[in-house]
């Protein structure tokens, strides 16, 4: 007998089969999701793991390695196939690896999940290449399936350590700067930053700058000027504001201060950085230098000569010149270094003398030696002055010559007394030969004289007449001489007197009339009205006319016009004699007054006329200068002072 289940009950089991069935089917495919998805995640993981910017190391309990990221890789410059497998130990310091190992023993028994590492020292590491280096880290611990793994993230921080060391380094820089550095804010414009250096100038605390502002330190800087001074650091139009002012301290003292202004944004923060110079000795020097070039200035326009520093060539290239070169060359500083118009060494110093100097200047040069020299310069207007420099080399440490500093001064004037007083002492010479030379020659030439004169009246025949007249011609030729060198020996004291020089141009011309009339010259004479008199000695007056005259009729053998002018100028009275005869060469001017000097043919004049009117108008006071034009004719122009009201006798 069959015992199944009736159809009704096979119907229901069936029904809670497939039900189970399906809710099996359900859980498999929540597994499966599951599966996928931690699959996912762990692929997603992975990827972080390994494109993490930081090392990422997972040990097992034995603290081997079985996760070495990427960036572990660059770090420790270590494969993850060499380290995979091996413990943390590689990448420790060696003295630091018993403790590095207990310190994971122990945070693996605390049961902490995570924990920062180096929170109490600095942890370092071994790279692949020896180098230990500092690390920050972070640990974490998990289980799984009954093991337990634990994840170190590591980070380098050598290049945070550098530039911390490095702005821990500015930063004591600029603490003890001894410029002061002040920080302050954009919108408030208080200080929120002010340097060792600042505080003690100024000699305020950093608590009391923190509620301060520039402008409490710049008591005469107005606030509308500083805010305009720091509008083009806001805009950017400027990215540096340099200005000069003043500092007040606590104490009320200020001080010179150059400012250096300068707008930074850091990390959202707008600051202005101020870098202050303190002014008071630069300010201090630059008036010592001032003073300094004030009386340098003075003392090269006020010096009677010329400073210079030239190059050294043959040109006497100028470098510097001092005001007075205008003086002297009758040239300007700028014309001769600037513009380079006129050249020293071919405009200024005179042809003849370049080669001398030169030679001179070069034997010092070479010796190390200071140099001194004379020589003759054209000036501007044309006028030859002697000049006299003295100057010496300027060396560089290797030896070179690099330039020429010295100074000329004018020597024309002493020149012409030195040439003044060897005339006066060949005259003197000349004056003790001609006293002795009138005594000895004198009286023999008397009794000549008169014997010629006492046999030419008895002579019964013309031609011994006429011989013994050429023997009396002679004799008075040589008597005339003897008068003249006389001139200088004479000892008495010239009778001054009140002189009226028309009358003795009269009395001269009355005396030279027929010589005049014979030799074919004509006189004009011009003589001013109320012609005042001078004062000199009458005859000396005759015998200045007598030679001006007799030279100007020797000029003039084929006749020719003789103009005598007598007018007054100024404090003086001045003679004018002026012929058309043959002239005087331009090199024989200078010599015309020289003793024994003279432009005649042998036997035509003695050279003593001009000498003695010099001499006789230098006793005077007076003056003569001549000029000629060879082919055109000769002018002397005497002067003499005026006559007083007075009249005054001198010696």
């Known amino acids: 007998m069959s015992h199944e289940p009736p159809p009704q009950d096979l119907q229901i089991e069936v029904h809670l089969l497939r039900q189970e069935l399906a809710e099996l089917r359900a859980v498999q495919a929540m597994h499966q999701e599951a599966r996928n998805g931690l699959e996912a995640i762990e692929q997603q993981l992975a990827g972080i793991i390994h494109s993490a910017m930081d090392a990422i190391i997972i040990i097992d309990d034995d603290q081997r390695i079985v996760i070495f990221n990427a960036a572990a890789e660059g770090i420790f410059q270590c494969s993850a196939q060499e380290a995979l497998g091996h413990t943390l130990d590689q990448f420790i310091p060696l003295p630091l690896r018993s403790a590095h190992r ?28 020896g180098e230990i280096f500092p690390l920050e880290a972070s640990i974490s611990q998990t289980e799984q399936s009954g093991k337990r793994w634990l994840t170190v993230i590591l980070r380098d921080i050598s290049q945070r ?55 409490d330190l710049k008591p005469d800087l107005p606030n509308e000027k500083f805010l305009e001074l720091l509008t083009p650091l806001r805009t950017g139009q400027r990215e540096q504001v340099n200005f000069r ?11 010179p201060v150059e400012v250096h202004l300068q707008y930074l944004q850091e990390e959202g923060r707008r600051l202005f950085l101020a870098i202050i110079m303190d002014l008071t000795e630069r300010v201090a020097t630059e008036h010592e230098l001032q003073e300094a070039q004030r009386t340098l200035s003075t003392l090269l326009t006020n010096l009677p000569g010329m400073v210079y520093r030239c190059q050294n060539d043959r040109d006497w290239t100028m470098e510097f010149l001092s005001p ?50 004379s020589y003759r310069i054209r000036t501007m207007e044309g006028t030859v002055k002697w000049v006299w420099e003295q100057g010496c080399g300027i060396f560089s440490e290797t030896g070179e010559i690099v330039g020429i500093e010295g100074y000329v001064v004018d020597i024309t004037q002493q020149r012409a007394l030195e040439e003044q007083l060897r005339k006066t002492e060949r005259l003197a010479e000349l004056g003790t030969l001609a006293s002795g030379m009138a005594h000895e020659i004198g009286t023999p030439m008397n009794v000549i004289l008169g014997r010629a004169e006492l046999l030419m009246r008895k002579a019964p025949d013309e031609p011994t007449r006429r011989g013994l007249e050429t023997i009396v011609n002679q004799v008075e030729r040589i008597t005339k001489i003897m008068n003249q060198l006389l001139s200088f020996a004479r000892k008495r004291p010239a009778e001054r007197q009140g002189v009226n020089l028309d009358a003795v141009m009269i009395d001269v011309l009355d005396v030279l009339q027929e010589r005049l009339g014979t030799q074919h010259i004509q006189i004009i004479k011009t003589v001013a009205p109320h012609l005042p008199t001078v004062l000199a000695d009458p005859g000396h007056m005759n015998q200045v006319f007598l030679n001006l005259i007799l030279n ?100």
Not at 102 to 129: C, K, V
Not at 168 to 183: A, H, K, M, T
Not at 558 to 570: A, E, F, K
Not at 610 to 629: C, K, M, P
Request: glycine share 10%; aromatic share 6%; proline share 4%.
């Open 102 to 129: 207990e310190h994971i023993r122990r945070f693996a028994e605390t049961g902490e999940t995570s924990r920062r590492m180096g929170a109490e020292m600095e942890i370092s590491g071994l790279r692949g290449n």
């Open 161 to 215: 350590k550098q530039n911390e060391e490095r702005l821990s380094y500015l930063g004591r820089i600029l603490e003890e700067s001894v410029n002061e550095i002040y920080v302050f804010d954009a919108t408030t414009l208080r200080f929120t930053q002010v340097n060792k250096g600042a505080r003690e100038n100024v000699g305020y605390s950093m608590e009391e700058l923190s509620v301060m502002t520039p402008l």
């Open 245 to 255: 002012t003043s500092h007040q301290r606590k104490d009320r003292t200020t001080y």
């Open 324 to 373: 007075s070169c205008l003086n002297l060359t009758g040239y300007s500083p700028t014309q001769i270094i600037e513009t380079r118009q006129v050249s020293y060494g071919q405009h200024v110093m005179l042809q003849e003398d370049r080669e001398r100097v030169w030679q001179h200047v070069q034997e010092a040069l070479n010796d190390h030696k200071p140099f001194q020299s």
């Open 552 to 651: 100007a009729c020797q000029a003039m053998p084929n006749g020719g016009t003789l103009s005598l002018t007598l007018q007054p100028t100024g404090d003086t009275v001045e003679l004018t004699v002026q012929d058309t005869g043959s002239g005087i060469p331009q090199e024989q001017l200078s010599k015309i007054f020289d003793p024994f000097f003279s432009t005649k043919a042998v036997g035509e004049g003695t050279g003593l006329g001009l000498t003695v009117v010099h001499g006789i108008l230098q006793e005077h006071q007076g003056a003569i200068r001549v000029t000629s034009v060879p082919g055109q004719g000769t002018t002397f122009i005497v002067s003499l002072p005026i006559h007083s009201q007075e009249v005054r006798r001198e010696g």
